[in-house]
């Protein structure tokens, strides 16, 4: 059973930066796209972005449009380990981030994921 874990969450000012990481353990995840979403108080978990690997273990990350230009993606496949590199961040960034699994390559839905870790809190105040 594939065990999700993130960490390095914080309270961050406006215009902060914050890296987050997950790392997976007890299974392989070769096969799988690793998704990072977050989720606010009232609201629907969001698609943050993903990163996925081919089998040299090349990287291919993609991102959701609302942080296209300010969060990086990164990881490595061998290590099971992915960051969210998060920059300039604003007060609606504020929510517990979290990362998961999917089979899909191409799915941003939340509900397509599994092995959810327990999140990481972002708190961005103004």
């Known amino acids: 059973q594939v065990h999700m874990e993130e960490s390095g969450g914080g309270l961050v000012q406006v215009g902060d930066s914050l890296r987050i990481s997950c790392v997976a353990s007890?299974?392989?995840?070769?096969?799988?796209?690793l998704g990072w979403f977050r989720q606010a108080p009232g609201k629907e978990r969001e698609y943050v972005g993903s990163?996925?690997?081919?089998?040299?273990?090349?990287?291919?990350?993609s991102y959701a449009s609302s942080v296209k230009g300010r969060f990086t993606i990164s990881g490595e496949k061998a290590k099971k380990t992915s960051y969210l590199q998060m920059n300039n961040l604003q007060p609606d960034d504020t929510g517990v981030y979290y990362c998961?699994?999917?089979?899909?390559?191409?799915?941003?839905?939340?509900?397509?994921?599994?092995?959810w870790g327990q999140g990481t809190q972002v708190t961005v105040s103004s």
């Open positions: 998961a699994l999917s089979l899909s390559y191409v799915s941003t839905d939340p509900g397509t994921y599994y092995h």
């Open positions: 007890g299974g392989d995840i070769s096969d799988y796209k």
């Open positions: 990163i996925m690997w081919t089998k040299a273990g090349t990287p291919y990350p």
